[in-house]
């Protein structure tokens, strides 16, 4: 598990989150969206297929069927849901 922070620009908000390395990306961005929506209490607009996640420190797009292992995201990592 990696400790990282999350901002959401359509929100205006960051977030702090636990995440599981191996798992894919593409799962990871389902259960963060559901997690985003059930603290906000709002309803996401759009398909979750849509949303991109990126490094900031990387400057990169996460592709939805890699890690976050494979992309050397690790403790303290910043990344955005856009």
Same mark, same amino acid.
């Given at each position: 598990?990696?400790?990282?922070?999350?901002?959401?620009?359509?929100?205006?908000?960051?977030?702090?989150?636990?995440?599981? @390395?191996?798992? !894919? &990306?593409?799962?990871?961005?389902? $259960?963060?969206?559901?997690?985003?929506?059930?603290? /906000? *209490?709002?309803?996401?607009?759009?398909?979750?297929? @849509?949303?991109? !996640? &990126?490094?900031?420190?990387?400057? $990169?797009?996460?592709?939805?069927?890699?890690?976050? /292992? *494979?992309?050397?995201?690790?403790?303290?990592?910043?990344?955005?849901?856009?």
């Amino acid at each position: 598990m990696i400790q990282m922070d999350l901002y959401v620009p359509s929100l205006n908000k960051k977030y702090n989150f636990n995440l599981n @390395e191996t798992a !894919l &990306i593409g799962t990871i961005m389902d $259960e963060l969206t559901e997690m985003i929506c059930q603290k /906000e *209490q709002c309803t996401l607009c759009g398909e979750v297929s @849509e949303l991109m !996640l &990126i490094s900031i420190d990387k400057k $990169e797009v996460l592709q939805r069927q890699q890690t976050l /292992e *494979q992309y050397g995201i690790m403790t303290g990592s910043r990344l955005m849901l856009v």
